[in-house]
């Protein structure tokens, strides 16, 4: 399954914790919406081609 | 088909709370996830604890001091990951 | 598809806006509920205008909003001014949904 985690203010302890979790069983990608490096189209896709978002 | 939602308490606990149960108008399936804190106990907070069992949703808590079923972090990571929608508050 | 966005904080109105703008600028739908911190952005007109955007539509939480005492009465019509309901439904149509 793959799995979108979006920082939306950079990583915390909870959200490293279930990501490093989730990683053991699923495909997991991470976007730092704080570190502005990629587009917003580019965001979209990565949110649609996902089957699940978390946002923190 | 109803949908699965997740909502991930972490501060705001009063908000989350309000806003979970709000998810059940639309015939959701809430899971609350309280992490970490103690739960606040207030009028309204105790109501909405109230009000989401009387929803039929659940609550979980990775904090043993909540009287809530508990899970570990590794077990809530894996129910998040069964969940059509997640909402972390 | 249809893209749900929970803005609770007032502080990512950037990306709302940004990724609004993108979907929508890709052919989806995006349906945007302001509530508890997010409410804070109904003044502010780069917000509201995106009520105007094509393929987008808004609501805020009016609870929170007087509970805030938020001026909204410069809010456009279109943005409506609902309740938890309008957050049920989002959640429950949306095809993904993202907190900012």
């Given amino acids: 399954m793959k799995i979108l985690h979006i920082l939306n203010d950079g990583p915390d302890r909870l959200s490293s914790e279930i990501i490093a979790f989730q990683s053991k069983d699923h495909d997991v990608t991470v976007i730092d919406l704080s570190k502005q490096e990629l587009s917003y189209e580019t965001i979209v896709d990565s949110i649609f081609s996902a089957d699940l978002v978390i946002s923190w | 088909m109803a949908k699965k939602v997740a909502v991930v308490v972490r501060d705001r606990q009063h908000e989350a709370l309000r806003m979970a149960i709000g998810l059940t108008l639309k015939d959701a399936v809430v899971s609350v996830y309280v992490m970490d804190n103690k739960l606040a106990s207030d009028e309204n907070i105790d109501l909405n604890v109230e009000t989401i069992g009387d929803m039929d949703g659940k609550i979980y808590s990775n904090n043993p001091e909540n009287k809530f079923d508990q899970l570990t972090t590794e077990e809530i990571a894996h129910a998040l990951a069964d969940a059509d929608a997640v909402i972390a508050y | ?100």
């Avoid at chain 3, 598809?1 to 703008?21: E, Q, S």
């Avoid at chain 3, 509920?33 to 609501?59: E, H, I, N, Q, R």
């Fill in chain 3, 1 to 100: 598809m249809k893209l749900g966005i929970f803005v609770n904080t007032d502080r990512h109105l950037a990306d709302v806006i940004g990724i609004a703008r993108a979907a929508v600028a890709k052919g989806h739908e995006v349906v945007i509920f302001a509530m508890d911190g997010g409410s804070k952005l109904l003044p502010d007109p780069d917000f509201t205008a995106l009520c105007s955007v094509k393929g987008v539509s808004m609501s805020y939480c009016d609870h929170n909003a007087k509970a805030m005492s938020i001026a909204t009465e410069g809010v456009p019509k279109d943005v409506v001014c609902g309740s938890q309901y309008n957050n049920a439904i989002m959640a429950s149509e949306s095809d993904r949904l993202i907190v900012l």
